[in-house]
């Protein structure tokens, strides 16, 4: 069984002075990325997003990867 689809997104809201922005990253596996892209819309809509950046995309493990090089090398900073 091959893993399903994913995406992580970078979401930016407005703070609640909205004098600033502030960004949350989600993740999602959905079987297709035409349903991940649909759900991560939706789900950015519904909670007031005010822009979307793709972080990365792919299988979970491709994701997962992505995630703990991008941690690493935080903390080296």
């Given amino acids: 069984m091959t893993e399903p689809y994913g ?11 909205l004098k ?4 949350v990253a989600r ?3 959905m079987p297709t990325k035409e349903e991940c892209y649909n759900y991560a819309k ?6 007031g997003a005010v822009d ?6 792919g299988s979970r493990q491709t ?5 703990k090089d991008y941690s690493e ?3 080296k900073h």
């Fill in 52 to 57: 979307m950046q793709m972080l990365t995309e």
């Fill in 63 to 67: 994701i997962e990867q992505w995630i």
């Fill in 7 to 17: 995406v992580y997104i970078h979401f930016l809201y407005k703070t609640e002075d």
């Fill in 20 to 23: 600033g922005l502030y960004g």
């Fill in 42 to 47: 939706y789900w950015g809509n519904k909670h």
């Fill in 73 to 75: 090398e935080e903390t």
């Fill in 27 to 29: 993740n999602w596996y």
